[in-house]
């Protein structure tokens, strides 16, 4: 019976706790839907949506989770952000100083099997100078 009132006396909003953030205007469906669309289209982009098939299925997955009750304005604004981020930013070509550096463990793979080749094709023209020149035809042995 206590834990009852208890309840009762405290939740009567179910969404005001003491732990909520400040009063800001909810974003507009349109402004939803926008969001929607510009995130889609970024993981299109990326070749997220794999396979084919599954991709009507992710996409609910993806509005399901960024539908919650509530969203403001600015909630949509700093989700933008980071899409936009992804979207200008590769990890081959990060933003500010956070730069891989030459870690292959941390540039994409086709990044690192590039400079994987270009170091093996600098150790392969090394090789050619300690073979000794042979005399005869096609040489220059002064």
Same mark, same amino acid.
């Given at each position: 019976?206590? +834990? #009852?009132?208890?309840?009762? !006396?405290?939740?009567?909003?179910?969404?005001?706790?003491?732990? +909520?953030?400040? $009063?800001?205007?909810? &974003? !507009?469906?349109?402004?939803?839907?926008?969001?929607?669309? #510009?995130?889609?289209?970024?993981?299109? /982009? @990326?070749?997220?949506?794999?396979?084919? =098939?599954?991709?009507?299925?992710?996409?609910?997955?993806? @509005?399901?989770?960024?539908? @919650? =009750?509530?969203? &403001?304005?600015?909630?949509?604004?700093?989700? %933008?952000?980071?899409? +936009? !981020?992804?979207?200008?930013? +590769? =990890?081959?070509?990060?933003?500010?100083?956070? !730069?891989?550096? $030459?870690?292959?463990?941390?540039? =994409? /793979?086709?990044?690192? %099997?590039?400079?994987?080749?270009?170091?093996?094709?600098?150790?392969?023209?090394?090789?050619? $100078? $300690?073979?000794?020149?042979?005399?005869?035809?096609?040489?220059?042995?002064?």
């Amino acid at each position: 019976l206590m +834990s #009852y009132e208890w309840m009762k !006396s405290g939740l009567e909003d179910e969404t005001r706790t003491n732990f +909520s953030g400040p $009063d800001m205007k909810p &974003a !507009s469906k349109e402004e939803l839907h926008g969001l929607f669309a #510009y995130l889609e289209g970024a993981l299109e /982009a @990326r070749g997220y949506f794999r396979p084919a =098939p599954k991709k009507p299925k992710m996409i609910d997955n993806l @509005r399901a989770v960024l539908t @919650r =009750p509530g969203f &403001a304005e600015p909630e949509l604004k700093v989700l %933008r952000g980071i899409i +936009s !981020s992804l979207d200008r930013f +590769s =990890p081959a070509m990060p933003r500010g100083d956070g !730069s891989p550096g $030459d870690d292959p463990r941390r540039l =994409p /793979a086709a990044a690192a %099997r590039a400079r994987k080749a270009e170091a093996a094709r600098l150790a392969d023209t090394g090789k050619d $100078d $300690d073979i000794p020149p042979l005399g005869g035809k096609g040489t220059d042995n002064d």
